[in-house]
């Protein structure tokens, strides 16, 4: 069976009135003969022009990916009817509109990442908007308020987890993100709660995976005596730290670093990395295959 | 007017008895609507499996390149006329069937990049063949010869520089092969000999050009007193250290390294990325443009 | 002749109620037979608490260099004029006790690096207070207003350069900074400005020095087709980009970035290598001999 | 109690005419006030010419770590004893002229760092003669004896452990090296063997440890899906990949990398690592602390 899904394009009138939409489309299906053929045939006789273009084929399990983008005027439920008739039995094909996403910020009280995000999206550095960042900690609540963002302050304190989790959801819901991001966001979230935001939610996790999974992994470094430390940007599924990672990234330490030495320093790489994948994320540019990400970059 | 050149395959009987031969298209044309399309049109007819296929659209110079792989029984000529047939004016297509190169390796004294070439020979690590080393002195005779390889001393004291590259032409043509590896051959070459060889020399440059070109990079870079040190991978054209950059990399360094520690470092990142770069080339992953690489990797 | 020179300390009063200041010593003159004994003789018998101690012999300039940490309850002159009884002739000995230093910083358009600074001194994340941000343009005015530190619009138009930077000089002298940061500021400072702040400016250079040196260097990286980028901190001088180097990092690239996108992955480079630059010049861990810098890191 | 072992030089008659032999001094004891002074003052008295000098305290351990190095007409024993009555209880210090060291290599079937150590070995790279290689295979036998180096198989089919690791022992003792490399040497060391060269024995790993412990790390790099891959050059203990790191690098993968294509590429990162440890512990600058090294580079 094919699964289509239309995501809709939310165009100014200006800059629908200059030119045609970008779309992005991506395609996900068992590997045949002649795809890509098929594939660029239906969008050619639309008369749409396309402006980039990227397969990969997975050979260990047959599986073939493809990325394309194209300007056009078009019909997109159409267009999507005459491409899955090319494609094969267990397909994906997914096509959207080039738009600005809404992101949800989860927090604890470090700012270096939530800082991060809060610049590009005031300078317009990547194609998305931050609706709201919630807290269990009020720590940067005024922090967030001076980019004049909204900021949900969601204590932890004294429920249990399905309360709190449910209160957050319940905040998440009002501004229909299309994307969370835990923004070193301390808390683990659970498989109920994960459920909601398929391949949705995007953690930093502060160390190269799977090194030093779960708690405390500066510390962990330190005592093993690495001399590389990294940080990984992965989804987030059921487990913990094991979802499929989007960029990782790594910076030289030596004896001289204590902890928090450790810890500073890797806040630079923590940011950056989360910073690249969420760009991706928002481009898609990223497909995912089962706990792996295909980045088409 | 579109150039085609078939590159003849050189399979051993047990190969082609077992399977079909692996074929590298490479296209480079101006860009148009609907090329991908028919450029896997002719593919999909002719019944070959494709297993890569990049594209790539150079805006700035509205210019199409693609490189396929595929594997099946053609005919060679008549596929690339198909192909042809589809191709705007001003287009390249190279179509060759995967086989081992021959190379040329040019030294002066220093041993560690030939080594790596050498090693790497000897196991089978790249799909090329040492056909045989020359060298403007005799330091490195005795350890090609270890390797069961063939070695000229082309001596160049006392001759004039036409002279002596007519000598190393003689040597270089009676092996005809695919590609010349300069590894720290120290002397230029002239405009004339490199002719020869249009895009099939490849040269390892001592620093991350184009910082530092020319002679003692690693001097200059300890005058300037910089933090990170390279070396470039390049095709040779006309000019000195100019060519189509292939590969880049670097290492840190700091203030305690002398002149000498700084070369003793920086083999290591020569030899990593001459290898690499020429793995890159002897797979047809590399397309030239202008004074840049494409590189399809 | 031994220059002497005392930064005074400005601690908080509860700071040096609980305990005693932490000292930075740095010590550059020629190399002598005895000068660690005889230097950490004098602050053994002052009876202070060594925290850290470095040395660096320069041997191609036979020049010792020496940072050594300390706590106690000393009195500055006296262990200074001490130190100096040790030391060879030419020598230059300067004793500072760790205390906040004061920024200003200088912008023109892009903000990513002032925000990098903004954010890590709200948070403080290194031990500095940015007193003011000077900028030639009003860009960055309501940007350095969330953060709630001070923005001098000094316009350039209309002005001859020693009329502009005799505004500069005159905003800058009211704040009486440690270090000027050039946070991309795009203008070059004339030698008699810079004649002001000997090694107290700090410049980011978007580029890789000494490649692309001047103006654009990034359409210069574009057109030379190179396969990595990156960005250099260092103090200026008279001679553009010429300054002693402090940190370079630097991140691939390839063929399908645009000049623009080369712009943007550069940026975190940028002002990751200025950050981290900035922080090394502030825990005085930063010398400078002629146009190199010796890091004690 | 004061540790102390002279390790004797073996100087050519050349050198020893021409100059004084070079000595490296290692100390590593409790921290006390004064250390620094009293120790370069035991060498001044001596009269000896301080080329270099690196101290470090682990704060957390309170322990103090020191190395010098120093030129001059020595009497080992007695400047020993000197150091001796400066430090505290529990001390130890290592002083050695500096030498050639001896090597024993141990390898299965993979080439690339045997190749590595060979090449630098015949060049006189790093500072150590490769006296014999081991295998429990004979594939790399013929290549090794191409650099005139002994090799000796010895098979471990049909054997116990404690019988194979006997024999090898006996072959390894005729050689008297100062320390053993595990040049991808596949098989596991028994903590008996291991107890006859305590910090002595090297070894490369092919992951960035502490991800990826044990067999097929690649494999289990693949199955993950991570971005980066490295490889960790460690001393050998008891336990399986955790002695202490000397040094680690990376190299970034993606999602078109097969298990095969990151072998092959980790290959290089592999011996890179373990010749640039190999290197530094040659030099004696590799200091272990614990399950930790202190590099003094």
Do not use: W
Request: hydrophobic share 40%.
């Amino acid at each position: 069976m094919v699964t289509l899904q239309v995501l809709k394009a939310c165009f100014t009138r200006t800059q629908t009135k200059m030119q045609h939409p970008v779309y992005t489309l991506l395609i996900d299906c068992p590997d045949q003969k002649g795809l890509v053929h098929q594939i660029t045939g239906v969008l050619y006789r639309q008369g749409v022009n396309v402006t980039g273009n990227q397969e990969f084929v997975e050979h260990e399990y047959n599986r073939f990916f493809m990325r394309t983008t194209f300007q056009g005027g078009i019909n997109e439920e159409e267009i999507l009817k005459k491409i899955r008739k090319v494609l094969p039995v267990g397909a994906q094909a997914r096509l959207s509109a080039v738009r600005k996403k809404r992101l949800v910020v989860l927090v604890t009280k470090e700012q270096h990442c939530l800082a991060e995000l809060l610049v590009r999206n005031q300078f317009g550095e990547f194609n998305a908007e931050i609706a709201a960042v919630i807290g269990n900690h009020d720590t940067l609540e005024r922090f967030t308020h001076q980019f004049g963002v909204n900021y949900h302050h969601v204590p932890h304190e004294n429920k249990t987890r399905e309360c709190h989790e449910a209160e957050i959801l319940e905040v998440v819901q009002r501004y229909r993100p299309d994307f969370l991001v835990l923004a070193k966001y301390m808390r683990i979230l659970s498989p109920a709660f994960v459920a909601h935001f398929p391949n949705q939610i995007v953690n930093i996790h502060h160390s190269f995976l799977p090194a030093f999974i779960g708690a405390n992994p500066y510390r962990q470094a330190y005592e093993r005596g690495v001399k590389i430390i990294g940080a990984t940007a992965h989804f987030v599924n059921n487990d913990l730290d094991e979802g499929p990672i989007i960029v990782q990234n790594v910076i030289p330490v030596d004896h001289t670093y204590s902890v928090s030495d450790m810890m500073q320093s890797g806040r630079d790489v923590e940011k950056i990395v989360l910073a690249r994948a969420l760009k991706l994320v928002l481009e898609e540019k990223v497909a995912v295959s089962g706990n792996k990400t295909i980045v088409f970059d």
